[in-house]
């Protein structure tokens, strides 16, 4: 039987078929970094604040909250537990 391609044929389909392999990959790999790039994320993008942040305020806010916790797990202790103290 009489060959139909000529053998370099061989080489150029698995050429073309690994660069095809790695033009995909890169491709993906591009959008990826574009994806998570600083613009697209807009990383320094600065947005009015409705409120202002201040840690003082959340550190308060956190406080209270915890001592509403604290409240109430005292309260539903059976009397052999002792109840919580923080100092």
Same mark, same amino acid.
């Given at each position: ?13 698995? #050429? ?13 790999? @591009?959008?990826?970094? $574009?994806? &998570? %790039? ?12 409705? #409120? ?13 909250? @915890?001592?509403?916790? $604290?409240? &109430? %797990? ?14």
């Amino acid at each position: 039987m009489t060959q139909i391609f000529h053998p370099s044929m061989n080489t150029f389909s698995k #050429v073309t078929i690994f660069g095809g392999l790695f033009i995909l990959v890169g491709l993906a790999f @591009a959008c990826d970094q $574009i994806a &998570r %790039s600083p613009y697209v994320t807009e990383v320094d993008v600065v947005r009015e604040q409705p #409120v202002p942040f201040t840690t003082s305020t959340t550190s308060a806010a956190w406080a209270s909250i @915890a001592a509403i916790v $604290i409240r &109430r %797990s005292n309260s539903r202790r059976s009397p052999a537990c002792p109840p919580l103290k923080f100092a």
